[in-house]
């Protein structure tokens, strides 16, 4: 096992397990199966609604003592630290025990261990036959302060698809620039500065832009909206997210879609579409190539939401 591995693992409900396997896919490059998976590559947690811990492998073995050993023999050292115990499947045999375990080893690790405020949280898991032992980081959930968000629409985006076209877009690679070039009340862009995505917005409506702003220095990032149309942009971007317009309450028709798509090719080398119909023809009109896409439910039952397109 290389030390550079992580275990995560993730949580969805039934109707988002096609938007969470496409986050992973945009992220991680390859296809989830199941809800724990390892990787060498770090993400943080907090910029995805699904991924729910990260584990930093220090050592894998086949017994707990092993592990005990190993940690006294490394003469691992922390001040401040916790340790927790990491289910990643139910039916786990070792849960009831977790406890214990998790003493065992506060014993053996050299320096004070913190509950109120540790500055490291090491992770012990048992999965698959083998014990696991290392850094644990959680997703921290701050970023669902966002739905308070003072201004709101019934047509905004959810939040847990918002960052997801993020990473679909960024695919966490926060040195690529980014645009939201139909940003409404700006819910990917509070996503995007959370995340740490170097993102910017544009939106025709200049109440709708003013809100944006506002919700933006709610949460202190910088009001990064310019009040205008797409077909005024004269920059360029590595990804474009649009939530095109749609609805009683948006300047929207066929032609403004068709406009948007285009100039959203021209200043844009990707683009992540979300649409509530099937736009397969548009986007192939435009020559653009459909390089991933999902269809999200609202509710268990299944009920439509809307689609996403990536392209390039
Ligand atoms: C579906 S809404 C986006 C909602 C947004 N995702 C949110 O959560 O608030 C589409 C937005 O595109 C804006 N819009 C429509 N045509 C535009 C254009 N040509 N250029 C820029 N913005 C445009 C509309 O005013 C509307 O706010």
């Known amino acids: 096992m290389k030390l550079n591995q992580y275990i995560y693992n993730v949580n ?105 405020s540790p500055k490291t949280t090491f992770g012990i898991s048992f999965y698959k036959g083998s014990w696991y032992f290392g850094i644990l980081v959680a997703n921290n959930s701050e970023w669902k302060a966002h739905n308070t968000k003072p201004y709101s629409y019934s047509s905004s985006i959810g939040i ?79 990804a474009s997210i649009i939530d095109l317009p749609y609805g009683n309450f948006c300047p929207t028709n066929v032609d403004n879609q068709v406009k948007i798509i285009k100039n959203a090719k021209r200043i844009s080398k990707k683009l992540v579409l979300v649409s509530c119909e099937d736009i397969t023809h548009q986007i192939l009109r435009e020559k653009l190539k459909i390089t991933d896409c999902c269809k999200i439910s609202k509710n268990e039952k299944g009920s439509f939401y809307r689609y996403i397109w990536v392209c390039e």
């Not at 390892?38 to 592990?67: A, C, G, H, N, Q």
């Not at 139910?90 to 261990?113: A, Q, T």
Request: overall charge negative; charged content about 25%; hydrophobic content about 40%.
């Open 160 to 238: 847990n698809i918002a960052k997801v076209l993020l990473n679909i877009a960024g695919n966490g690679d926060f040195s690529k620039r980014l645009v939201d070039p139909c940003c409404g009340v700006g819910t990917v862009l509070l996503e995007g500065f959370f995340a740490g995505y170097d993102i910017r917005g544009w939106e025709i409506m200049s109440k709708v832009a003013e809100h944006a702003r506002a919700n933006l220095l709610h949460f202190n990032y910088l009001p990064k909206v310019t009040t205008g149309d797409i077909q005024d942009i004269g920059e360029s971007f590595d």
């Open 12 to 116: 969805y409900q039934v109707q988002e397990e096609d938007l969470c396997a496409l986050e992973i896919r945009s992220l991680f490059n390859f296809h989830l199966e199941g809800k724990v998976f390892f990787s060498s590559k770090e993400v943080e947690p907090s910029i995805s609604p699904f991924l729910k811990t990260r584990l930093k492998i220090i050592y894998k073995t086949s017994s707990f003592s092993d592990i005990i050993e190993l940690i006294k023999k490394d003469k691992i050292t922390s001040q401040d630290f916790v340790v927790k115990y990491l289910e990643l499947f139910s039916g786990d045999p070792y849960i009831k025990k977790r406890k214990e375990l998790c003493k065992e080893i506060g014993l053996v690790v050299e320096g004070f261990p913190s509950f109120t």
